[in-house]
């Protein structure tokens, strides 16, 4: 009876401690498994981390890249804002000079003796308003003499003129104005070129 009885208690005994070591594997795994998770999230988090670190910095530069945009448009805007007005308002000048040069012209005129005191009083004027045009960035073409530039000049004819390289302005019909760094109005202008020679065919018989 005693030994059957330490067979079943130690029988008890082994059944326990299988499944005290069922048990203890199955914690094992669990642990590993929670810790595979744990990693798992980790990642995850550090790559959302990183997506929405990115996506902050691709926002922040188009930020400032608008930013700088503004800027410089609200500069351009500033500086050339007056650039349509600018332009209209040459066609006063272009008026006055036109005058000063007509009463000069006029024989009737020359007889007057109030006429270098009209021409005085449209020169100030004249010089008023090529002031105010220069602190404003507008001032004239300087063309004659100069090589013709496309970008600055537009030629409205050709004159022979041996005594200048062909291509050379040697006529201004109207004045150019530049506004700071940018073309306002182009020069007018007569444009040298080699006076060509009629050759007659001798007729040998």
């Known amino acids: 009876m005693q030994s059957s009885e330490k067979?079943?208690?130690t029988l008890s005994k082994d059944n326990i401690d299988d499944k005290n070591g069922v048990r203890q594997e199955e914690s094992t795994s669990d642990l590993e498994k929670n810790e595979e998770n744990s990693e798992n999230k980790e990642e995850t988090v550090k790559e959302k981390l990183?997506?929405?670190?990115?996506k902050l910095l691709r926002t922040l530069a188009e930020m400032e890249n608008q930013r700088r945009r503004f800027e410089k448009e609200k500069n351009e805007a500033f500086e050339f804002g007056g650039f349509n007005f600018a332009a209209e308002s040459l066609s006063v000048i272009d008026n006055i000079e036109r005058a000063i040069i007509s009463f000069k012209n006029d024989e009737t005129l020359k007889k007057n003796e109030d006429l270098d005191k009209i021409i005085?009083?449209?020169?100030?004027?004249?010089?008023?308003?090529v002031s105010i045009f220069k602190k404003n960035?507008?001032?004239p073409i300087d063309c004659i003499n100069k090589k013709f530039d496309p970008n600055f000049h537009q030629a409205m004819m050709e004159v022979e003129n041996e005594a200048k390289e062909p291509g050379t302005v040697v006529q201004e019909i109207q004045k150019g104005y530049m506004m700071k760094n940018r073309l306002l109005r182009p020069s007018f202008v007569g444009v040298a070129k080699k006076r060509q020679e009629n050759k007659e065919k001798k007729w040998t018989f």
């Open 120 to 129: 005085d009083s449209i020169e100030i004027v004249k010089k008023d308003l």
């Open 7 to 9: 067979k079943e208690s």
């Open 50 to 54: 990183k997506s929405t670190q990115e």
């Open 137 to 139: 960035g507008i001032e």
